[in-house]
């Protein structure tokens, strides 16, 4: 009587990709058994990526007081 949604319009799921910054394709990162985190990149890559795109608003006032010195 009653139709699921997905099975009532006909609604298939795709495997889209999500878009990511060039750098960073082929990045994976998945959760094991025993709930350790594995990824594609090493943790100083990515932390390097974070560190040239990422605006860290907790260092604005470190910036500034080491331009004035």
């Not at 009532?8 to 990045?27: C, D, S």
């Not at 058994?33 to 604005?60: C, M, P, T």
């Amino acid at each position: 009587m009653f139709k699921s949604f997905r099975a009532r319009y006909n609604f298939q799921r795709t495997a889209a990709k999500p878009k990511v910054n060039r750098e960073l394709e082929g990045f994976e990162i998945k959760i094991n058994s025993a709930g350790e985190i594995e990824s594609s990149y090493s943790i100083d890559q990515l932390n390097e990526f974070l560190n040239r795109k990422v605006y860290d608003k907790k260092l604005k006032n470190d910036v500034e007081n080491q331009e004035i010195l």
